[in-house]
């Protein structure tokens, strides 16, 4: 199953000791993240559920003890702490996720489209999960400032995609999807999996670097 949509936000129910402002207290220097994998989970304060995060909720890791971990949510300027069951969440990282990116180059039509003063750049990645790999994957990419997924082009231009290729049920072909803004992948070890984005670039553009939440890979490019 793959390229299952969801949605993220929190189901308010807050005590005021939950929430702050965004510039209040201290962030540890190498933060570590979770994100929760079952919808309307619940968040824990001093032994009172205060609120509910959604599925594909991203969680800031504050302190972790036997099976639970204090988080922090962020919304907005705004964040809610509490504690919730790690059994409810998974790592929100891609170190653990071998990937291999295929060969491209960009071409002036994709799927009957043309971009005037573009082209599209079709990338194909290939994961290879093992063992140590979360059981899925939640990528968000509305914009280009707040995306976890995004083609870097040279140093500064970021690019999210124009499109993704995913399979709907029901369907033998997979659509390629250009309105869908997010994604979940969901992982199982030893079967790989490929996932095609295709992105507009600027005509004659070069160095292209996919960027996968935590994770910068080169694309290679065909001669």
Same mark, same amino acid.
């Given at each position: 199953?793959?390229? #299952?949509? +969801?949605?993220?936000?929190?189901?308010?129910?807050?005590?005021?000791?939950? !929430?702050?402002?965004?510039?209040?207290?201290?962030?540890?220097?190498?933060?570590?993240?979770?994100?929760?994998?079952?919808?309307?989970?619940?968040?824990?304060?001093?032994?009172?559920?205060?609120?509910?995060?959604?599925?594909?909720? &991203?969680?800031?890791?504050?302190?972790?003890?036997?099976?639970?971990?204090?988080?922090?949510?962020?919304?907005? &300027?705004?964040? +809610?702490?509490?504690?919730? #069951?790690?059994?409810?969440?998974?790592?929100? $990282?891609?170190?653990?996720?071998?990937?291999?990116?295929?060969?491209?180059?960009?071409?002036?039509?994709?799927?009957?489209?043309?971009?005037?003063?573009? %082209?599209?750049?079709?990338?194909?990645?290939?994961?290879?999960? $093992?063992?140590? +790999?979360?059981?899925?994957?939640? *990528?968000?990419?509305? %914009?280009? %400032? +707040?995306?976890?997924?995004?083609?870097?082009?040279?140093? &500064?231009?970021?690019?999210?995609?124009?499109? *993704? !290729?995913?399979?709907?049920?029901?369907? $033998?072909?997979?659509?390629?999807?250009?309105?869908?803004?997010?994604?979940?992948?969901?992982?199982?070890?030893?079967?790989?999996?490929?996932? $095609?984005? !295709?992105?507009?670039?600027?005509?004659?553009?070069?160095?292209?670097?996919? !960027?996968?939440?935590?994770?910068?890979?080169?694309?290679?490019?065909?001669?």
């Amino acid at each position: 199953m793959k390229g #299952r949509m +969801s949605r993220s936000g929190l189901v308010v129910c807050l005590c005021a000791a939950a !929430v702050a402002l965004a510039g209040e207290g201290a962030a540890p220097a190498k933060p570590k993240f979770l994100v929760v994998v079952q919808d309307k989970a619940a968040l824990n304060y001093e032994n009172t559920q205060v609120g509910e995060v959604v599925e594909g909720t &991203r969680l800031e890791v504050r302190e972790a003890r036997e099976g639970w971990a204090f988080v922090r949510a962020w919304f907005g &300027r705004n964040w +809610s702490e509490g504690w919730i #069951r790690t059994a409810l969440t998974v790592p929100d $990282t891609m170190v653990d996720v071998p990937l291999k990116i295929a060969p491209t180059r960009p071409r002036d039509l994709y799927e009957g489209k043309i971009e005037p003063g573009k %082209q599209f750049l079709e990338v194909r990645v290939k994961l290879e999960p $093992t063992d140590k +790999s979360p059981s899925r994957v939640y *990528f968000h990419f509305e %914009q280009p %400032q +707040s995306a976890d997924l995004y083609l870097r082009i040279g140093l &500064r231009t970021q690019v999210v995609p124009y499109g *993704f !290729v995913r399979k709907v049920g029901g369907m $033998t072909r997979p659509v390629f999807d250009t309105k869908e803004k997010r994604q979940i992948i969901l992982l199982k070890p030893g079967e790989p999996l490929i996932e $095609t984005y !295709v992105f507009t670039v600027p005509v004659r553009s070069r160095n292209f670097t996919l !960027v996968l939440k935590d994770v910068a890979v080169e694309v290679p490019m065909r001669r």
